[in-house]
């Protein structure tokens, strides 16, 4: 039974930064396909970042998260971080992490339907 961890949410002041963490447990085999999105009270889920290994480990942000998010992973390990910088009341929301290829291609690694595992959620409060 797959399951994902995120942890380091919490509450900071505008301009400051937090670094979610995702831990799988459970997969017999490496994910390809990695993602974080958010979903603030009363919005839709929407992608924030997210990580393609087959190719060159290539990155997506969306354009929000441009020069403020970073993702990243740990090679040997099933976990992945989201350092947030310059963090903004905007970005208030609960952030969830995403593995496991769905759907290939660039177009679905910042859409719900591109990843078949998600964690529960860890709420990030900007003031």
């Known amino acids: 039974h797959v399951q994902l961890v995120e942890s380091g949410g919490g509450s900071v002041q505008a301009g400051g930064s937090l670094r979610l963490s995702c831990e799988a447990s459970?997969?017999?085999?490496?994910?390809?396909?990695m993602g974080w999105f958010r979903q603030a009270a009363g919005k839709e889920r929407e992608g924030v970042a997210a990580l393609h290994i087959p190719r060159g480990g290539s990155t997506y942000y969306d354009d929000s998260a441009k020069g403020r998010f970073t993702i990243s992973r740990e090679n040997a390990e099933m976990r992945f971080y989201l350092q947030m910088d310059s963090l903004k009341p905007e970005d208030s929301a609960a952030y969830y992490c995403?593995?496991?290829?769905?759907?290939?291609?660039?177009?679905?690694?910042?859409?719900?339907?591109?990843?078949?595992?998600w964690g529960q959620g860890t709420q990030v409060t900007v003031s």
């Open positions: 459970g997969y017999t085999y490496r994910s390809y396909c």
């Open positions: 995403a593995i496991g290829c769905a759907k290939y291609g660039p177009t679905w690694r910042l859409k719900e339907a591109g990843y078949n595992t």
